[in-house]
């Protein structure tokens, strides 16, 4: 990664303090103060996110901002860093997060347990988000991906029931195995470059043992694949989101498994220099795989969290298809993938919330009896439908135009078989959206037992949604912000074979 | 007239935004209307409706005068959303925002005392937003937005009903468009990667690149053409449209005469001029199938027309094979035929609009909805099968209603090109036209009724507050006044085909403007 | 072969016996004890490398980075049981079961 | 190297018997033999790590008489990578808000000690306490520190609770979540101010006061630590 020579700003490492510590000393006072911990959540979500915004200004304004922790410089000590890449995931965490805590209020108003530690334990979650996009540093960044796994899998049990636990103990195990596989990975890098600092590893990695460097990075990745859930790490996906209550599935896709994924990218292209050609290609087949299977699956489900959970899946098979175009040149596929990333995690997050208000108003969330809800919340099955149209890559929304950058960069390189995946992937998505829409169109069958849906919670899955279709619009305006460097296609590292650890 | 008009207000370039506006936000705050809120609902559509009409008549008045309006807004790196009205926008527009107002009126009459209303007003307010985005497309991306958003906001008007059968047509209706729209966005991306941009231009923009692609710019031609031919009903892609049936009249009506179908047709002519360019289309050797295809589906459609005995159905495939007369106008190579084509696209729709119109007073007004029930309803209904009857005569083309002028036009441009067969494909289709209208002609005014209207007939008076045995008319006002004014439209626009503004006059400005002479 | 790459090398065999273990066996006791000695191998590998000769003459008789980084890595491992082991508890409660049940997808 | 066909063959069979049903003998080969490839992978990158070995031994011991204290690992943890100490803390915090959040803890009072239990606390509890009271302070500049006499406070707990010493009442109240978040807030209190002094950055101790800074973190440190293991160990909230 080129160093920015441009003298950083003063207010950039300020809001860096800001937005890890803020979050932090919110989680904190929740657990100390559990009866207040929603208003002070709330106050916390709320300062958070504004220091986000002013960080991404001061990004936009006056280049990437660092800090040097401790005042130690680079090898010895740990470093802040908040690029274009790092701001765009932290503004999209900021705006799922501060909507998700405003849904929060109203979803446990009425659940005191639930209430008492999903406030803490969800502020932790942001402060490890915030804490990994920033970190410039592979072993700090270690700390940060297993304080996200414990909080994503407390919050997944936090239903309490059978299945909830079930799906939280299985995502801890599976996280805590990536992260070991990842920490290999940094140990083997330490010992061979002396250092665990982001810029400085990749200037050594040319240089380095070439065996012990391949199995470093094939290692790393494979632990961040399998948080990242892609096709065939995904079997531990569907029934942690579809388990836990509504806000927490909504941070879950939306954020949590774009996390480590930021990270995979993060390696890939700032710290390995680009990996092997056929390392990419392998990537792209899985890719395309979790885009057909996931798609499928999510087709075939009959219950709502379920589809929306395999949606997922699908939709992170699409990062990866990015990888093979990437790597023959076609840096506009970088652009894409990340703007699939936020449209994704805007749009899936309220799909989450639209189907948290589904479940509260029916108590239930089988498909084919949706029928009665959907009548009687629109708000919801609006957000639902504005959510797919992102889902599917309609225009004008975000997902539209991650697509289109795909596909450009698929037929310049004439790779008609992504072409095809990335299209039945967006046809197959209208599917299972459309299977859940249409019944806002069928005449509602029975009356059942209902609770009423706080108006905070339909607006704010609404909200994302709206948000999903004009990311669509916001293209030339921070388009600058994700300019990835040129993956060359001589690369500096070759990654071993397989990589499966 | 100039003073009226100074070319030099920022505010012109707005005009696109504000007929984009003058239907959807109406229809927005329609959704919060509550179900009672009639006259709310109802001055809302209506002053969109008359406003937008009003914002075009505007635009046709500049545009007369050499004025173009553009509005542009950065949406990619290098690609704008682009709305821009020429001579061809306004045109579709025209006739979209004129039937919109007309099928508002009839859709307040027809919907009254059905349930969600305000959803089926909101999403029929944004069906037309999308549709005129569709006709102030500058390029093919905005093209491609505004077509998808046309998918999507009929598909709730197709399911209105939510019967199984609706929810069936949807489907169908669905699996049709959604693929056809892959299809149409892997032909716009793949055509962008080749040329770099996507505006359309006055005989195209792909000639700098046809030599070097002559392969890939065939498959783009069939990608895209395959993806607006779903809407256009091109045979075999037509499937959805009989199907789509179910859905209340005035949704038929706006499918088949003002949206749907109409953007697809719009759409061929715009890929054959304005992004290859006819030349250069011919110079592929592409417009030769195009043309094979609209004569199958002309004789095709027709075909199957005649075998339906669901009045609607019938109506159905009869578009099939009249929207198809478009895309053969624009397939023979020439400005005649060019002509014929273009100026069907607002023949067909005012022509088609009256007969389903018609269709919906016969069934709303006497249940009536097969061709067998049809016996002796002109005694009945005079007026709305008068009107039917001027329609119908002019889809088979007879003199002077506006269907002649098309066909004339039509074989006229074959003629000049010098290639005859499409000449029997009108003779045959207008044969086949006569042969399943004609029997529904006869048997309404010749015919004795097989029965007392029954039921019906008791609601109507019912609805008429008792007349007594006085005089009243055949059915509400607002549901008999549309198809009367579409009939008259049809008849006047072919009788005064010569005159400054008429589509015809119209559609010749738009050929010598954008076709290119030797 | 030197001391410290003996280590490393046994940390190795750890660590991949461990991810036998963790695939293979249902309980999730046995699970948790897999990660458990995974990431001891994981440990072995970065503090056994750190005694290898460095490049410079330093009083130090191994790099101290290392040794503050798996002490961190140790807590985390710890905490990481002691989550687990309060999620299983639970279910065990709840459910009688100690497995994650029908799907034998892990 | 040489280790490697005897442990597997160990572990194959005794786990079998007791392995899940599920998978089936081939699958297990083709496990073992992919496993085989993934071991032969690391082997042949520890191979081929080279000497001399880069590290940062030199680096620490050139800045090492600025950061407070004298052993290298200590002035590692809290002053050169501290920040990742400071989330270390956090990790701990939260797998007992995360242990908390599915249940409640069996409670020590009913465990009844045997004879053993029932006296050992009386002689260790205290000792233990000095013990970790020695490591701390020695952690300056010799091994120990916060957390190995953190661990030690947790064991004292874990024995208490054993021997069914009944716990005061406010122990398991407020007191018990300031005590465990104590490490956390005082640490990250310290690290926002640092931040805030002129020309500061967060976590930049003075090397004035470092040494005082770093004490009294690994004070708070050390009592969190052992109430957060005894805490885990307990199981669920109070």
């Not at chain 4, 002053?79 to 990742?84: A, K, M, S």
Request: glycine content about 10%; some cysteine.
């Amino acid at each position: 990664m080129p160093l920015d020579p441009s003298g950083p700003g003063l207010a950039g490492p300020a809001w860096m303090l800001a937005v890890v510590f803020l979050p932090l000393a919110g989680a904190l006072l929740c657990f100390l103060l559990p009866r207040l911990a929603a208003p002070v959540g709330l106050v916390a979500a709320a300062l958070t996110a504004a220091s986000t915004l002013a960080l991404t200004l001061a990004v936009m304004a006056d280049g990437t901002a660092r800090t040097q922790l401790g005042g130690w410089a680079a090898p010895l000590g740990i470093l802040w860093r908040a690029d274009g890449l790092s701001v765009a995931l932290l503004a999209m965490t900021a705006a799922v997060g501060v909507t998700v805590s405003l849904y929060a209020t109203a979803y446990f108003r009425n659940d005191e347990h639930e209430r008492t530690f999903f406030w803490p334990l969800w502020l932790l979650l942001w402060t490890a988000l915030n804490a990994l996009f920033v970190s410039a540093d592979l072993f700090n960044l270690y700390v940060t991906l297993e304080l996200l796994g414990f909080a994503a899998a407390s919050l997944t049990a936090l239903g309490g029931s059978a299945a909830a636990l079930t799906g939280a103990i299985r995502y801890l195990l599976v996280s805590v195995l990536g992260s070991l596989s990842y920490l290999l990975g940094v140990a083997l890098i330490y010992h061979g470059c002396g250092t665990v600092d982001l810029a400085l590893v990749a200037a050594c990695v040319p240089d380095a043992p070439r065996p012990a460097m391949q199995v470093a990075a094939g290692a790393m990745i494979a632990g961040l694949l399998l948080k990242t859930a892609l096709f065939p790490f995904h079997f531990w996906l569907p029934p942690a989101h579809g388990s836990a209550p509504a806000p927490v599935s909504a941070v879950l896709s939306a954020l949590v498994v774009k996390a480590s994924f930021y990270l995979v990218l993060r390696l890939w292209v700032d710290v390995l220099g680009g990996g092997g050609r056929w390392v990419a290609e392998l990537l792209g087949v899985l890719g395309a795989a979790a885009v057909l299977w996931g798609s499928v699956l999510a087709l075939r489900q009959e219950r709502l969290k379920l589809l929306i959970a395999y949606s997922t899946v699908a939709q992170v098979g699409y990062l990866f298809i990015a990888f093979p175009l990437a790597v023959a040149g076609g840096a506009v596929a970088w652009t894409g993938a990340l703007y699939l990333a936020l449209a994704h995690g805007l749009a899936k997050a309220a799909m989450f919330l639209s189907a948290g208000n589904l479940l509260r108003f029916g108590g239930h969330d089988r498909i084919a009896e949706l029928d009665s809800a959907v009548h009687r919340l629109p708000l919801t099955l609006t957000a639902f439908a504005l959510a797919g149209v992102s889902i599917m890559g309609l225009p004008p929304s975000g997902g539209f135009i991650g697509k289109w950058l795909l596909l450009e960069a698929a037929f310049e390189q004439e790779r008609f078989g992504l072409v095809a995946v990335i299209l039945l992937g967006g046809v197959l998505a209208a599917a299972y959206v459309f299977k859940v829409v249409g019944h806002a169109f069928t005449p509602a069958a029975r009356e059942r037992r209902i609770r009423a849906v706080p108006p905070g919670m339909e607006w704010s899955a609404l909200l994302l949604a709206a948000a999903a279709i004009v990311l669509g619009l916001t293209l030339p305006l921070i388009s600058p912000l994700l300019q990835l460097g040129p993956a060359s296609a001589a690369s500096a590292v070759t990654l071993a074979a397989g990589g499966g650890a | 007239m100039t003073p009226l008009f100074d070319p030099q207000l920022p505010a012109d370039a707005l005009l696109p935004l504000l007929v984009l506006a003058s239907s959807l936000l109406p229809g927005l705050v329609v959704f919060f209307l509550g179900e009672a809120r009639v006259g709310t609902r109802t001055a809302l559509n209506l002053g969109g409706a008359f406003l937008k009409l009003g914002l075009v008549g505007w635009m046709i008045l500049g545009v007369y005068h050499g004025q173009r309006y553009e509005l542009r807004m950065p949406l990619l790196d290098d690609l704008d959303l682009v709305l821009r009205v020429g001579a061809l926008s306004l045109l579709f527009l025209v006739l979209s925002a004129g039937l919109w107002l007309v099928t508002t009126v009839y859709a307040v009459g027809y919907l009254e005392q059905s349930p969600h209303r305000s959803r089926f007003f909101g999403f029929f307010s944004l069906c037309v937003t999308a549709t005129v985005g569709v006709a102030m497309a500058g390029n093919l991306l905005t093209f491609l937005l505004f077509f998808e958003m046309l998918t999507l906001t009929t598909y709730p008007l197709v399911v209105h009903r939510g019967t199984e059968a609706a929810r069936r047509a949807g489907v169908v209706y669905l699996t049709h468009t959604v693929l056809a729209g892959a299809l149409l966005l892997a032909g716009t991306v793949w055509l962008y990667t080749l040329t770099g941009t996507l505006a359309f231009a006055p005989r195209g923009f792909v000639s700098e690149v046809a030599s070097e692609h002559p392969a890939a710019l065939t498959a783009i031609f069939a990608l895209l053409i395959g993806g607006v031919g779903v809407k256009a009903a091109l045979v075999p892609l037509h499937g959805w449209l009989p199907q789509a049936m179910v859905a209340p009249a005035p949704v038929s009506a706006l499918l088949h005469a003002v949206a749907v179908v109409k953007a697809g047709a719009f759409g061929v002519v715009l890929i054959v001029y304005d992004v290859f360019g006819i030349e250069q289309a011919a110079a592929l050797g592409v417009t030769g199938p195009l043309a094979l295809v609209a004569a199958v589906t002309i004789v095709y459609g027709s075909l199957r027309a005649l075998f339906q005995d669901d009045l609607k159905r019938r109506l159905a495939f009869s578009t099939v094979s009249q929207v198809s007369y478009i895309v053969l106008g624009v397939a023979i190579v020439g400005p005649l035929a060019s002509v014929g084509g273009i100026v069907h696209l607002v023949h067909q729709g005012v022509m088609k609009i009256t007969l389903f119109f018609c269709a919906g007073n016969l069934a709303e007004t006497l249940g009536i909805h097969k061709v067998s029930e049809m016996n002796g309803v002109g005694r009945r209904m005079p007026w709305t099968m008068g009107a039917f009857t001027l329609a119908a005569l002019g889809m088979i083309g007879v003199p002077p209603i506006a269907g002649f002028i098309s066909k004339w036009y039509l074989s006229l441009g074959a003629l000049e090109a010098g290639v005859h067969w499409p000449l029997y494909v009108l003779i045959a289709s207008s044969l086949l036209n006569a042969a399943y209208f004609l029997p529904i002609l006869h048997a309404a005014w010749m015919r004795e009724p097989s029965g007392p209207w029954a039921e019906a007939a008791a609601r109507a008076s019912a609805q008429a507050g008792d007349g007594g045995g006085r005089p009243r008319p055949e059915t509400r006002w607002l549901l008999l006044l549309p198809p009367l004014v579409t009939a008259a439209l049809s008849v006047l626009i072919g009788l005064f085909a010569s005159m400054p503004v008429s589509p015809l006059e119209w559609s010749l400005l738009i050929v010598e403007r954008e076709f290119h002479y030797p | 072969m030197t001391q410290p790459v003996f280590w490393a090398l046994v940390g190795m065999a750890l660590v991949v016996l461990a991810l036998y273990a963790l695939i293979v066996h249902a309980h999730l006791l046995r699970k948790v004890l897999a990660l458990n000695v995974m990431s001891s191998g994981v440990f072995l590998v970065f503090i056994g490398l750190a005694r290898r000769t460095p490049g410079e003459d330093v009083p130090m008789a191994a790099d101290p980075v290392p040794q503050a980084m798996v002490l961190t890595g140790i807590v985390v491992a710890v905490a990481a049981t002691g989550l687990a082991l309060a999620l299983i508890v639970r279910l065990r409660v709840l459910t009688g079961r100690t497995t994650l049940g029908d799907d034998t997808g892990d | 190297m040489m280790l490697r066909p005897r442990t597997d063959r160990q572990a194959g069979p005794a786990s079998s018997a007791r392995a899940d049903k599920g998978l089936p003998p081939a699958a297990r080969a083709l496990l073992v033999l992919a496993l085989l490839a993934v071991f032969a992978g690391l082997v042949l990158a520890v191979l081929s790590l080279s000497e001399p070995a880069p590290g940062l031994a030199a680096a620490v011991d050139e800045r090492i008489d600025e950061s407070g204290v004298s052993h290298p690992v200590t002035a590692v943890l809290l002053n050169f990578r501290g920040y990742d100490t400071l989330l270390e803390l956090v990790v701990l915090v939260l797998a007992v808000m995360g242990a908390w959040s599915v249940g409640r803890a069996r409670g020590c009072a009913g465990n009844v000690p045997g004879p053993l239990l029932r006296q050992l606390p009386r002689l260790m509890a205290p000792l233990m306490v000095l013990v970790a009271g020695y490591l701390l302070w020695v952690g300056a500049h010799a091994p120990g520190g916060a957390f190995q006499a953190g661990s030690l406070l947790g064991g004292v707990g874990i024995l208490l609770c054993l021997s069914g010493y009944p716990l005061p009442g406010w122990a398991n109240g407020p007191a018990l979540r300031v005590s465990a978040v104590l490490g956390v807030a005082v640490f990250a209190a310290l690290g926002v101010v640092a931040a805030l002094l002129p020309g500061g950055a967060p976590l930049d101790w003075p090397p004035a006061q470092a040494k005082t800074l770093i004490l009294t973190i690994e004070l708070a440190a050390m009592l969190s630590i052992g109430v957060v293991l005894a805490a885990l160990f307990a199981g669920g909230r109070p």
